[in-house]
Protein backbone atom coordinates (compact mmCIF):
# COMPACT_ATOMS: atom_id res chain seq x y z
CA UNK A 1 0.00 0.00 0.00
CA UNK A 2 2.98 2.18 0.40
CA UNK A 3 4.36 1.37 -2.84
CA UNK A 4 5.00 5.12 -4.60
CA UNK A 5 4.46 6.71 -1.23
CA UNK A 6 4.87 10.54 -1.54
CA UNK A 7 3.98 13.48 0.94
CA UNK A 8 1.96 15.65 -1.07
CA UNK A 9 -0.40 12.69 -1.25
CA UNK A 10 -1.67 13.06 2.04
CA UNK A 11 -5.02 14.97 2.96
CA UNK A 12 -6.23 16.89 6.12
CA UNK A 13 -9.33 16.52 7.51
CA UNK A 14 -11.08 16.87 10.91
CA UNK A 15 -12.70 13.98 13.00
CA UNK A 16 -16.08 13.15 12.49
CA UNK A 17 -18.61 10.40 13.46
CA UNK A 18 -18.61 9.29 10.44
CA UNK A 19 -14.97 8.73 9.71
CA UNK A 20 -13.69 7.29 12.82
CA UNK A 21 -11.08 4.48 11.86
CA UNK A 22 -11.83 1.53 13.46
CA UNK A 23 -9.09 -0.26 12.06
CA UNK A 24 -6.44 2.46 13.58
CA UNK A 25 -2.91 0.54 14.48
CA UNK A 26 0.04 2.61 15.25
CA UNK A 27 1.73 -0.23 17.87
CA UNK A 28 0.85 1.52 20.46
CA UNK A 29 -2.70 0.57 22.46
CA UNK A 30 -3.03 3.41 24.49
CA UNK A 31 -2.61 5.75 21.24
CA UNK A 32 -4.66 3.43 19.19
CA UNK A 33 -7.56 3.42 22.33
CA UNK A 34 -7.60 6.98 21.73
CA UNK A 35 -8.38 7.45 18.03
CA UNK A 36 -11.16 4.61 18.09
CA UNK A 37 -12.55 5.43 21.74
CA UNK A 38 -12.23 8.46 22.88
CA UNK A 39 -11.06 11.24 20.52
CA UNK A 40 -14.71 11.98 19.51
CA UNK A 41 -15.69 12.21 22.97
CA UNK A 42 -12.50 15.02 23.87
CA UNK A 43 -14.04 16.52 20.61
CA UNK A 44 -17.39 16.93 21.87
CA UNK A 45 -16.47 18.18 25.19
CA UNK A 46 -14.18 21.17 23.11
CA UNK A 47 -11.07 19.42 25.57
CA UNK A 48 -9.13 18.43 22.17
CA UNK A 49 -9.67 18.29 18.77
CA UNK A 50 -8.19 15.85 16.15
CA UNK A 51 -7.45 16.09 12.74
CA UNK A 52 -7.20 12.48 10.36
CA UNK A 53 -4.59 12.50 7.88
CA UNK A 54 -4.95 10.17 4.97
CA UNK A 55 -2.93 8.29 1.96
CA UNK A 56 -5.48 8.50 -0.97
CA UNK A 57 -8.20 6.77 0.69
CA UNK A 58 -6.74 5.62 4.01
CA UNK A 59 -6.59 7.05 7.73
CA UNK A 60 -2.68 6.32 8.08
CA UNK A 61 -2.31 8.76 10.75
CA UNK A 62 -3.73 11.54 13.37
CA UNK A 63 -2.85 14.36 15.50
CA UNK A 64 -5.36 15.90 18.62
CA UNK A 65 -4.86 19.54 19.58
CA UNK A 66 -5.90 21.46 23.09
CA UNK A 67 -4.28 24.96 24.35
CA UNK A 68 -2.04 24.78 26.82
CA UNK A 69 -0.03 27.17 28.84
CA UNK A 70 3.59 26.67 30.09
CA UNK A 71 6.23 27.38 32.87
CA UNK A 72 9.83 28.14 31.87
CA UNK A 73 12.45 28.00 34.10
CA UNK A 74 13.65 31.81 35.91
CA UNK A 75 16.29 31.94 32.86
CA UNK A 76 14.40 31.68 30.16
CA UNK A 77 12.18 33.59 31.90
CA UNK A 78 14.81 36.42 32.20
CA UNK A 79 15.49 36.39 28.95
CA UNK A 80 12.14 37.07 27.46
CA UNK A 81 11.58 39.58 29.86
CA UNK A 82 14.85 41.58 28.33
CA UNK A 83 14.20 41.17 25.41
CA UNK A 84 9.96 41.95 25.20
CA UNK A 85 9.31 43.73 28.39
CA UNK A 86 6.87 41.14 29.31
CA UNK A 87 6.39 40.42 33.07
CA UNK A 88 4.64 36.95 32.79
CA UNK A 89 5.99 33.78 34.23
CA UNK A 90 3.58 31.24 31.92
CA UNK A 91 3.04 31.43 28.30
CA UNK A 92 0.21 30.54 25.73
CA UNK A 93 0.88 27.48 23.69
CA UNK A 94 -0.57 24.96 21.14
CA UNK A 95 -0.28 21.43 22.50
CA UNK A 96 0.13 18.39 20.80
CA UNK A 97 -1.75 16.12 22.32
CA UNK A 98 -1.72 12.96 20.84
CA UNK A 99 -0.20 12.40 17.38
CA UNK A 100 0.39 8.77 16.00
CA UNK A 101 0.97 7.30 12.60
CA UNK A 102 -0.28 3.51 11.45
CA UNK A 103 2.63 1.34 11.37
CA UNK A 104 3.10 0.33 7.66
CA UNK A 105 3.57 4.11 6.97
CA UNK A 106 6.17 4.90 9.99
CA UNK A 107 9.08 6.48 9.26
CA UNK A 108 8.35 8.15 5.85
CA UNK A 109 8.03 11.58 6.95
CA UNK A 110 3.95 11.83 8.05
CA UNK A 111 4.74 12.37 11.53
CA UNK A 112 7.08 15.54 10.39
CA UNK A 113 4.52 16.69 7.89
CA UNK A 114 1.84 17.11 10.47
CA UNK A 115 4.11 19.10 13.08
CA UNK A 116 4.65 21.79 10.20
CA UNK A 117 1.06 21.75 9.90
CA UNK A 118 0.65 22.32 13.10
CA UNK A 119 3.05 24.71 12.93
CA UNK A 120 1.37 26.87 10.03
CA UNK A 121 -1.66 26.37 12.01
CA UNK A 122 -0.41 28.41 14.73
CA UNK A 123 1.24 30.87 12.83
CA UNK A 124 -2.74 31.44 11.34
CA UNK A 125 -3.91 31.48 15.19
CA UNK A 126 -1.73 33.94 15.94
CA UNK A 127 -3.31 36.79 13.62
CA UNK A 128 -6.20 35.78 16.17
CA UNK A 129 -5.06 34.97 19.81
CA UNK A 130 -1.37 35.17 21.51
CA UNK A 131 0.59 32.23 21.09
CA UNK A 132 4.05 32.12 21.96
CA UNK A 133 4.85 27.77 22.00
CA UNK A 134 3.95 24.41 20.38
CA UNK A 135 3.74 22.21 23.25
CA UNK A 136 3.72 18.38 23.66
CA UNK A 137 4.12 16.05 26.50
CA UNK A 138 6.65 13.57 24.58
CA UNK A 139 6.50 9.75 25.19
CA UNK A 140 10.08 8.66 25.54
CA UNK A 141 10.26 6.68 22.72
CA UNK A 142 9.45 10.03 20.65
CA UNK A 143 11.82 12.45 22.10
CA UNK A 144 14.46 12.31 19.14
CA UNK A 145 11.68 12.85 16.82
CA UNK A 146 10.92 16.08 18.50
CA UNK A 147 14.45 17.11 19.27
CA UNK A 148 14.91 16.92 15.68
CA UNK A 149 12.26 19.32 14.91
CA UNK A 150 13.71 21.82 17.02
CA UNK A 151 12.03 21.27 20.13
CA UNK A 152 13.59 22.13 23.65
CA UNK A 153 12.95 20.29 27.41
CA UNK A 154 10.40 22.47 29.69
CA UNK A 155 12.40 22.09 33.04
CA UNK A 156 10.35 23.91 34.83
CA UNK A 157 9.37 21.72 37.90
CA UNK A 158 5.45 22.10 36.69
CA UNK A 159 6.27 20.69 33.50
CA UNK A 160 7.69 17.27 34.46
CA UNK A 161 5.82 14.18 34.74
CA UNK A 162 6.68 12.00 38.27
CA UNK A 163 6.53 9.20 36.41
CA UNK A 164 8.64 9.68 34.00
CA UNK A 165 6.49 8.29 30.89
CA UNK A 166 6.47 11.52 29.36
CA UNK A 167 9.07 14.88 29.06
CA UNK A 168 7.46 17.69 28.44
CA UNK A 169 8.73 19.65 25.17
CA UNK A 170 7.84 23.06 23.85
CA UNK A 171 9.01 24.81 20.09
CA UNK A 172 9.30 28.64 20.42
CA UNK A 173 7.16 30.34 17.41
CA UNK A 174 8.82 33.68 17.30
CA UNK A 175 11.84 32.76 15.25
CA UNK A 176 9.38 31.57 12.77
CA UNK A 177 7.51 35.12 12.94
CA UNK A 178 10.72 36.92 12.76
CA UNK A 179 11.57 35.40 9.71
CA UNK A 180 8.47 35.80 7.98
CA UNK A 181 8.46 39.68 9.02
CA UNK A 182 11.71 40.16 7.09
CA UNK A 183 10.91 38.75 4.01
Not at 36 to 58: C, F, G, K, P, W
Not at 157 to 167: A, C, F, L, Q, Y
Amino acid sequence: MTEGFSIQDLSFEPLSKENVPLDFNCGDKDLDDFIINDALVHQDANVAMTTLVRYRSEVVAFYSLATDCISLDSNEKGRIRKEYRIPYSEFPALKICRLAVCKGFQGKGIGRAMVYDVIGLALDLQEWMGLRFLSVDAYRASEGFYKKLGFLFNHHENEIDPRGETVSMRFDLQPIVWEEREI
